[in-house]
C-alpha cells in the first residue's frame, strides 16, 4: 500500500439556471407519471400490464434520465425541443387505449413549449397531439371520441395560448424594468457623483456647512465643521469636543441656546456670534447663520447652518480699536503741550508781529488737529482685552522710570513726588502695557493734583501679589461718580473744570491689568485725593509654573 498515491476526484459542477430548469420541468412531469402508474397499478392492474401504457412510463423514465444526463450548457437551445416533443409521445401511448383520462399529463409538455419557445413551436406540438389524438380515435372509434379530440385540443390550446402570452407580457414586462432598473442605475449612478462632487467642493472651504432635515437630523457635514468641532468623521451625530462659550473666556451657551440646537428646531437667524474652545485647546470666534431650504423635486425642506471662523478677523478688528483707541490718547498729551506752549509765548510783550503770526498759525493748526483727534477717540471702541508679548519683567523699574519722566511736570506745579519700591517686583506681563498703566495713573495724579500737593506711590511684594499704590492730595472723586470712573470716555465734572481729557485713561488701564490677570480699584473722597490700586499676580518660578502647565493640559 502506497501512502499519498494521488487519488482520483470526481467534481459535480453547479448547473446553471437553464440547466436546472430543464431538469425541474422534467421532473415534475416523471413524478407525476410515475405517481399515476402506481395507483394504476394498485387500483387498475389490467391497465398497467398494457404494453403502450408500460412503453410510455418507461419512456418518460428513460427520457427522464437521458435528460438528468445531457450538458444542456453545451447544447443550442432548439435541442431543448426534443424533449418535450418526446415527452408528448410518451403520454400519447400512456393514455392510448386505456377508459382513464391521461391526456391531462399533456399540459406539462404544452406549458413547456409555449413558455420557453416561439409560437411556431406551440403550434408543433399542438398538432402533434391532435395527430395523436386522431390515430388514437381511429384505432378505438366510438361515439364520443370525436368530441374527446375536439375538447381535448381545445383545451390544450387555450392553455398553451395563455401560457405564451403571459410569458411574453411577463417578458415583456422584465424588460421594461430591466430597462427601466438600468436609467435608475445611472440616475443614481449620476446623482451619486454629483453628491461626491459637491462634497468636495464644500470639503474644499473654510466655512463650516451642516445640512439638517425639517426633523433636526443631520443630513450632510463637510470637513470644515468637523474640525472645528471636534465630530466623528464616521458619526457626526455623536457629541462635539469643542465647547461654545457666551465670550472669550465667558460662560458655556446652554444647550438649547446653542446654534446647532436653534437650527435643528427650523430657527434661522444671521451672523450670530459665539466663541468656540477646540478639542486642541484653541479659542476660534465663529458668526454662525442658519437659512431655511425650501423643498425641491424629490428634496424635502430643510435647514442650512454656516459657520464662518472669523478669528483673525475678530483680532485684526480688536487690534484696530486697541491702537485707534491708544494712538488717539497718546496724541492728546503732545498736542496739548503744543498749545499751552505756544499760548505761553503769545503773553510774550516783545515778540515781533510776524513771530505773534507764526504761534497762532501753531495753536490753530495744533486745535485743528486735536479736535481731529478727540472726534478719533469718539468714534472707537475700548480694544484692550488681551495681551501682546509677554515677558518676565520688573515693574519697579517701569515704576522708577515712569515716575522719572513726570518729575519736571510735577515741580513745575509745585507737587512734591514721593516713591518707595525697594524691592525687585517680578511679574509675568507686556512691559509696554505696563508702562501705559503706570503712566496713566501717575499723569492723572499729576494732573489732578493742586499746588503744594503731593502725590505718593508706594510698590511692593504682598503675598503671591505685587501691589501698586499711587495716592495723591488732589480734587478726589464724588460717591456718585466714583462707580463710573472706569467707564470709557466718563469724566466728572470736577475734573472737566481742572483739566481737559477723554476719560480713556484709566479704563484703558483697568483693560490692560485685567488681561493680565490682575485688578484695579479706586478709592476717593471729594477734596481730600485719590488712591489708585493695582494688583498683579507674582511671577511664578521655573518648577511652579512647570507644574501648572503638567495640570492644565489646554
Known amino acids: 500500500m502506497r501512502i499519498g498515491a494521488a487519488r482520483g476526484t470526481f467534481v459535480v459542477g453547479t448547473p446553471d439556471a437553464r440547466t436546472r430548469s430543464i431538469w425541474l420541468t422534467q421532473l ?55 424533449v418535450p416533443f418526446a415527452d408528448a409521445l410518451a403520454i400519447g401511448l400512456v393514455s392510448s387505449g386505456t377508459e382513464l383520462r391521461l391526456g391531462y399529463l399533456w399540459v406539462f409538455p404544452v406549458m413547456w413549449v409555449a413558455m420557453h419557445f416561439r409560437a411556431a413551436a406551440l403550434a408543433v406540438m399542438l398538432s402533434l397531439i391532435g395527430l395523436i389524438l386522431l390515430v388514437d380515435s381511429t384505432v378505438t372509434p366510438g361515439s364520443i371520441a370525436a368530441l374527446r379530440v375536439f375538447v381535448v385540443l381545445i383545451s390544450l390550446t387555450f392553455i398553451g395560448i395563455t401560457a405564451h402570452l403571459a410569458l411574453r407580457r411577463t417578458r415583456s414586462l422584465r424588460r421594461l424594468l430591466r430597462r427601466q432598473a438600468g436609467r435608475l442605475t445611472a440616475t443614481l449612478g449620476r446623482r451619486s457623483d454629483q453628491e461626491r462632487r459637491t462634497m468636495e467642493i464644500l470639503n474644499g472651504i473654510d466655512t463650516g456647512i451642516v445640512r439638517l432635515s425639517e426633523a433636526g437630523s443631520v443630513l450632510a457635514v463637510n470637513d470644515a465643521y468637523s474640525r472645528l468641532y471636534g465630530l466623528d468623521r464616521l458619526d457626526p451625530t455623536l457629541p462635539a469636543r469643542s465647547v461654545e462659550y ?54 424635502d425642506a430643510g435647514v442650512l447652518l454656516l459657520v464662518h471662523d472669523v478669528t483673525a478677523l475678530t483680532y485684526a478688528q480688536r487690534e484696530r480699536e486697541r491702537f485707534t483707541a491708544m494712538a488717539s490718547h497718546e496724541l492728546k498729551h503732545p498736542l496739548t503741550v503744543m498749545i499751552g506752549n505756544a499760548e505761553l509765548a503769545l503773553e510774550l510783550d516783545d515778540l515781533t508781529p510776524r513771530t505773534r503770526e507764526r504761534f497762532e498759525s501753531i495753536i490753530a493748526a495744533s486745535d485743528r488737529m486735536l479736535t481731529m483727534t478727540e472726534s478719533l477717540v469718539t468714534t472707537s471702541r475700548r480694544g484692550f482685552g488681551g495681551r501682546d508679548e509677554v515677558d518676565d519683567i520688573d515693574l519697579r523699574l517701569i515704576v522708577l522710570d515712569s515716575v522719572a519722566s513726570f518729575r519736571a511736570t510735577a515741580a513745575s506745579a509745585d507737587i512734591a513726588i514721593d516713591v518707595r519700591a525697594d524691592e525687585p517686583l517680578p511679574i509675568a506681563a507686556d512691559g509696554f502695557r505696563m508702562r501705559q498703566v503706570v503712566d496713566n495713573i501717575v499723569s492723572n495724579a499729576i494732573k489732578y493734583t493742586q499746588s503744594d500737593g503731593e502725590v505718593r506711590i508706594r510698590a511692593a511684594v504682598d503675598g503671591g501679589s505685587v501691589v501698586l499704590t499711587v495716592a495723591d492730595t488732589g480734587i478726589g472723586i464724588d460717591p456718585d461718580d466714583l462707580p463710573r470712573v472706569l467707564t470709557p470716555y466718563f469724566r466728572a465734572a470736577e475734573a472737566k473744570e481742572k483739566a481737559g481729557g477723554t476719560g480713556l485713561g484709566l479704563g484703558i488701564s483697568n483693560d490692560i491689568v485685567q488681561a493680565h490677570g490682575g485688578t484695579l480699584s479706586l478709592e476717593s473722597e471729594a477734596g481730600a485725593g485719590t488712591t489708585v490700586t493695582v494688583r498683579l499676580p507674582l511671577a511664578e518660578t521655573p518648577r511652579a509654573a512647570d507644574d501648572t502647565h503638567r495640570r492644565d493640559p489646554s
Open 28 to 82: 415534475v412531469l416523471a413524478a407525476s407519471v410515475l405517481i399515476t402508474a402506481i395507483l394504476v397499478m394498485v387500483l387498475q392492474p389490467a391497465t398497467f400490464g398494457k404494453w403502450n401504457f408500460l412503453v410510455g412510463t418507461l419512456a418518460v423514465v428513460v427520457l427522464t434520465l437521458a435528460t438528468l444526463a445531457a450538458p444542456w450548457s453545451r447544447l443550442p437551445a432548439p435541442a431543448v425541443l426534443a
Open 246 to 299: 457666551t465670550g472669550l473666556r465667558g460662560m458655556p451657551v446652554p444647550y438649547s441656546e446653542r446654534p446647532f440646537s436653534r437650527a435643528a428646531r427650523g430657527e434661522t437667524f444671521t451672523d450670530a456670534s459665539v466663541w468656540l474652545f477646540t478639542a486642541e485647546g484653541e479659542w476660534r470666534a465663529l458668526s454662525v447663520t442658519a437659512k431655511r431650504l425650501a423643498a425641491r423635486g424629490d428634496e
